[in-house]
């Protein structure tokens, strides 16, 4: 069922609210995920809404530099981020361009994520 959540970093200066159906999270392999620990749960742009002005945040950018992982400069925490843009093969395969955002689920209040059911991504094979 859809639903409203608020969203923030650790010490709360980067806010957000997503409106979603959160029926499971997305675990990456990647050695960036892997070491960050986000789980990730996709969303359209309409459904998300940044309280806190996009230049206040950090940006970090890597590999294809296609990505945009916003942090928050005080605590470090990412809530959220621009999945990068998919390949020339995996266009090929049959991937579409995704524009939304990933929402760092573990930012998100009032969301019991033990049941939620784990999708892996093999981020690592890009």
């Not at 650790?10 to 960036?32: E, M, N």
């Not at 996009?54 to 400069?73: I, M, V």
């Not at 621009?82 to 969301?111: Q, Y």
Request: charged content about 20%; overall charge neutral.
């Amino acid at each position: 069922m859809r639903q409203s959540y608020k969203g923030s970093c650790h010490c709360g200066k980067v806010r957000f609210v997503v409106t979603a159906d959160i029926d499971h999270v997305r675990v990456c392999d990647c050695s960036l995920c892997q070491k960050r620990g986000a789980l990730n749960f996709r969303i359209d742009e309409a459904d998300f809404q940044l309280e806190t002005p996009l230049e206040a945040l950090s940006l970090y950018q890597w590999g294809s530099l296609t990505a945009k992982d916003y942090f928050c400069p005080t605590c470090g925490i990412l809530p959220f981020r621009r999945p990068g843009h998919p390949t020339a093969s995996e266009l090929a395969g049959g991937m579409e361009i995704f524009n939304g955002w990933a929402i760092n689920v573990r930012c998100l209040d009032d969301l019991n994520i033990s049941n939620l059911p784990q999708k892996l991504i093999y981020g690592s094979k890009l």
